[in-house]
T-cell receptor, first 114, second 113 residues
Framework: NAGVTQTPKFQVLKTGQSMTLQCAQDMNHEYMSWYRQDPGMGLRLIHYSVGAGITDQGEVPNGYNVSRSTTEDFPLRLLSAAPSQTSVYFC?????????????FGPGTRLLVL | KQEVTQIPAALSVPEGENLVLNCSFTDSAIYNLQWFRQDPGKGLTSLLLIQSSQREQTSGRLNASLDKSSGRSTLYIAASQPGDSATYLCAVRGIQGAQKLVFGQGTRLTINP
């Protein structure tokens, strides 16, 4: 198993550009989520999904869109990048839609918005 | 609102020592608590998951305890090694807002040879 994979590892954007951060897992996990990690703020939930076709907002969703067309993939879209979105982004997954399971995290995508 | 605090923010100890990392949380209504390790520039690696009904979990040289009523967890590392150097994060999944993990700021651990 590759676990949770994320691409790209690093990206530089100009303000106003759009991009998609890719996330995939090969563990057949139902629950997937996106977090951002910022110095002094810790990790904060952006969006999450409890299964294909079902997504919902976390605590910092503004400026981000998600969709979940398959169990394996959960891409995060930045429609118009802003410097405030400079961060490290982590995708995570866990089995089942219950909340008693171990969360597995991907290696992260470092995003710099100029 | 659930808040998670980890003290100290940084810890440096000589190799071979046993050590304890602390995590406290404000709302005891939780599903579970999870300890992670994060190496510089890397993702999070799950170390231990403690369900709310459990008191402790062990994996190798690591032992995590949970006292839900007092809102505290500790991660005990026995016979520390330089390879244990990393940032250790605890995260709580509350019954309210269960879709997210609430993370502490982490403890940056350095083990000196």
């Amino acid at each position: 198993n590759a676990g949770v994979t994320q691409t790209p590892k690093f990206q530089v954007l100009k303000t106003g550009q759009s991009m998609t951060l890719q996330c995939a897992q090969d563990m057949n996990h139902e629950y997937m989520s996106w977090y951002r990690q910022d110095p002094g703020m810790g990790l904060r939930l952006i969006h999450y999904s409890v299964g294909a076709g079902i997504t919902d907002q976390g605590e910092v969703p503004n400026g981000y869109n998600v969709s979940r067309s398959t169990t394996e993939d959960f891409p995060l879209r930045l429609l118009s990048a802003a410097p405030s979105q400079t961060s490290v982004y982590f995708c995570a997954s866990s089995s089942g839609a219950s909340f008693g399971e171990t969360q597995y995290f991907g290696p992260g995508t470092r995003l710099l918005v100029l | 609102k659930q808040e998670v605090t980890q003290i100290p923010a940084a810890l440096s100890v000589p190799e071979g020592e046993n050590l304890v990392l602390n995590c406290s949380f404000t709302d005891s209504a939780i599903y579970n608590l999870q300890w992670f390790r994060q190496d510089p520039g890397k993702g999070l690696t799950s170390l231990l998951l403690i369900q709310s009904s459990q008191r402790e979990q062990t994996s190798g040289r690591l032992n995590a305890s949970l006292d839900k009523s007092s809102g505290r967890s500790t991660l005990y590392i026995a016979a520390s090694q330089p390879g244990d150097s990393a940032t250790y994060l605890c995260a709580v999944r509350g019954i309210q807002g269960a879709q997210k993990l609430v993370f502490g700021q982490g403890t940056r651990l350095t083990i000196n040879p």
